[in-house]
T-cell receptor, first 115, second 113 residues
Framework: GAGVSQSPSNKVTEKGKDVELRCDPI?????LYWYRQSLGQGLEFLIY????????KSGLPSDRFSAERTGGSVSTLTIQRTQQEDSAVYLC?????????????FGDGTRLSIL | DQQVKQNSPSLSVQEGRISILNCDYT??????FLWYKKYPAEGPTFLIS?????DKNEDGRFTVFLNKSAKHLSLHIVPSQPGDSAVYFC????????????FGTGTRLQVTL
């Protein structure tokens, strides 16, 4: 498809387990972002990748969260030793970067539920 | 510290009338503003954006107004249609190029027949 693709769409896991969430950005988009939306809240920035530059990790809530982007395309967000407060919808977005403002385009998210 | 605020959690408008959604921000470094629409179980869909060098941007039924001195922006939808019923998020970023977005908490718009 032409849009941002995320998998899985839903994930239920037990507290303490590790989870991996995947994002395929729009082809040709050099910038990739992860956000999360907790119940009743707005979207919260987590991490940002731009080309080969070091990622902006300023939004990661704890060291249990990490992300990587391989080959400048697919990204994986990993949460280790999950806690109940990690339950949220995790959204990935991508955008073109050509020196002017470009909107971010979102996938449909992964709904993560920690039991 | 909520840097982008949408103070109305919900709004109900009759079909055919104008919908006005409001957003306030506190960070004077924001220079790019966007509106997204979100349906349940889907990701946010980009609607319209505006750069801080403008005070108005129009795209079909959607117009965004920016008042920098008041740190306020609004989204006007006219005429409103039932399919516009969704949650609308205001977002802002600091850099001139793509950067992390700061979102408001959203306004749920319901367009009634």
């Amino acid at each position: 498809g032409a849009g941002v693709s995320q998998s899985p769409s839903n994930k239920v896991t037990e507290k303490g387990k590790d989870v991996e969430l995947r994002c395929d950005p729009i082809s040709g988009h050099t910038a990739l972002y992860w956000y999360r939306q907790s119940l009743g809240q707005g979207l919260e920035f987590l991490i940002y990748f731009q080309g080969n530059s070091a990622p902006d990790k300023s939004g990661l809530p704890s060291d249990r969260f990490s992300a990587e982007r391989t080959g400048g395309s697919v990204s994986t967000l990993t949460i280790q030793r999950t806690q109940q407060e990690d339950s949220a919808v995790y959204l990935c977005a991508s955008s073109l970067v050509h020196g002017s403002n470009q909107p971010q385009h979102f996938g449909d998210g992964t709904r993560l539920s920690i039991l | 510290d909520q840097q982008v605020k949408q103070n109305s959690p919900s709004l109900s408008v009759q079909e055919g009338r104008i919908s006005i959604l409001n957003c306030d921000y506190t960070n004077s470094m924001f220079d790019y503003f966007l509106w997204y629409k979100k349906y349940p179980a889907e990701g946010p869909t980009f609607l319209i954006s505006i750069s801080s060098i403008k005070d108005k941007n129009e795209d079909g039924r959607f117009t965004v107004f920016l008042n920098k001195s008041a740190k306020h922006l609004s989204l006007h939808i006219v005429p409103s249609q039932p399919g516009d019923s969704a949650v609308y998020f205001c977002a802002a970023s600091e850099a001139g190029t793509a950067s992390k977005l700061t979102f408001g908490t959203g306004t749920r718009l319901q367009v009634t027949l």
